[in-house]
């Protein structure tokens, strides 16, 4: 496939200028950066899978989401497979050099064929690079069952059984537990204290983890690497805070978070007036963990969290896992002007990496959204783009717009979000495991 020739969503063309400003500039400095993160990953050991969601704006570029147990692996480009398992086998081989089995832990979706088929597609890159792999199942107890996935393929779940502080599946006994599963709900007692790694570890789990801790380590590495090439941090970081003790069905909290938010706002306008840039602000108001979209909501006038209706409290109070709600981060909203195709329904990359390589990506996309929504909800699809091919190989003496040049700069901006989740993971073991 010819990388350069690929069609890839249409950036609106009164916001693209500053985009491509950004690009050259991140393009110029391409050594200087590769060298700063030769150098992070050295004293920060990578996570084996993250996925990190963009949102392009033209004048603003950032992440707003970064995921430690992605699904979606099948969603991927699978011309470049052989990619996806040079970076697991460098991983497994750097981090784990004697491990030989391993078993994947996936979330308990009894029901969901797509999220299996990422399960499926991750254990055969595993495969591939070299290791025997068997996908364990926490609901079982003694047979192993069948998961039908698409072309008349099936899965295999193992019952899990646990043997002192060591997990086995039948007489395989793994050396590394891979973890697909983000823990909404805490760390089962399956998977507290066993004398096998895991890897992405539990303390990354939503029982624990934070998205404000998450934003707070992101900024402080983009404000280094503002620094280093010599950029406005906003650029590429969106501004936030959080607010606890909050109850959406009691209307709890409510005054606090909109003097929050529109103190946030009014940061925002400051940094639009400063870009002479004419659009009016938005914020993101999430829950503070969690996945899967839910707990999400876009505000454009604080007041609208004095006039929400039931149903509209009902999906802010609740998240994956049916786990309450009752703290939230204030996002800054960052519009999307990335859109694809004659409908020009709006678009989103997400970016996957394999330990701290970037191994592909997609865009999501969305016909009844608009560039203020969250994407990630029922009636999303997916566009597989080749990102693997195009996000290490940049060349500034392309025309804008250029595929492996755009792509290259929405690698950087992963790294930077996946460098933010290594601090967030050393950050948690000082506090919750000394």
């Known amino acids: 496939m010819d990388v350069k020739k690929l069609s890839i969503p249409h950036l609106a063309h009164q916001h693209a200028r500053p985009f491509f400003e950004l690009e050259k500039h991140i393009l110029d400095n391409q050594v200087k950066i590769e060298g700063w993160f030769r150098e992070a990953w050295q004293t920060q050991p ?8 963009l949102r392009n704006a033209g004048f603003k ?15 991927l480009n699978p011309d470049f497979f052989p990619f996806c398992i040079l970076a697991a086998k460098q991983f497994l ?18 029901r969901n064929m797509h999220y299996y088929q990422s399960v499926a597609t991750l254990k055969q890159i595993i495969e591939k690079a070299g290791y025997e792999v068997r996908v364990g199942s926490t609901l079982l107890e003694d047979e192993p069952i069948e998961v039908a996935l698409e072309n008349n393929e099936t899965l295999t779940l193992h019952p899990i059984k646990r043997i002192d502080n060591k997990l086995t599946v039948g007489d395989f006994i793994p050396c590394l537990v891979i973890l697909n599963n983000d823990l909404s709900e805490g760390v089962p007692p399956l998977l507290q204290a066993l004398e096998q790694p895991i890897e992405p570890d539990t303390i990354l789990g939503w029982s624990i983890r934070s998205k404000t801790q998450h934003c707070i380590f992101y900024q402080k590495i983009c404000e280094n690497f503002a620094k280093l090439i010599n950029i406005d941090v906003w650029q590429i970081c969106p501004l936030f805070t959080d607010h606890q003790q909050i109850d959406f ?4 909290g409510i005054d606090a978070l909109i003097e929050k938010a529109d103190s946030l706002l009014t940061q925002i306008q400051h940094k639009y007036h400063q870009y002479n840039i004419e659009f009016s602000p938005f914020v993101v108001i999430k829950a503070d963990a969690g996945t899967y979209g839910m707990g999400v909501m876009p505000i454009h006038d604080p007041k609208q969290l004095k006039t929400l209706n039931r149903k509209q409290r009902m999906s802010m109070s609740v998240r994956k896992g049916g786990q309450s709600v009752d703290r939230v ?7 999307t002007f990335e859109t694809i195709g004659i409908h020009h329904n709006v678009a989103e990359p997400v970016v996957y990496m394999l330990g701290q390589h970037v191994i592909g990506g997609f865009y999501r996309v969305h016909q009844a959204r608009d560039i203020f929504e969250n994407l990630n909800s029922p009636g999303m699809h997916f566009e597989k783009l080749s990102f693997a091919a195009c996000c290490n190989n ?15 700069v929405y690698s950087v901006i992963a790294r930077l979000a996946a460098l933010a989740i290594s601090y967030e ?3 948690l073991l000082q506090e919750y495991k000394t």
């Open 46 to 53: 990578p996570l084996f899978t993250s996925s990190v969601d």
């Open 394 to 408: 940049p060349d500034n003496r392309l025309s804008p717009h250029e595929a492996q040049n755009q792509f290259y």
């Open 93 to 110: 081989n750097d981090y784990y050099p004697h491990c030989k089995n391993i078993v994947i832990i996936p979330e308990n979706h009894t």
């Open 249 to 252: 069905i009691k209307r709890e």
């Open 61 to 75: 570029l950032g992440s707003v989401d970064a995921n430690v147990f992605p699904a979606g692996f099948n969603n």
């Open 425 to 427: 993971k050393t950050a």
């Open 329 to 335: 981060i204030i996002q800054e909203g960052i519009p």
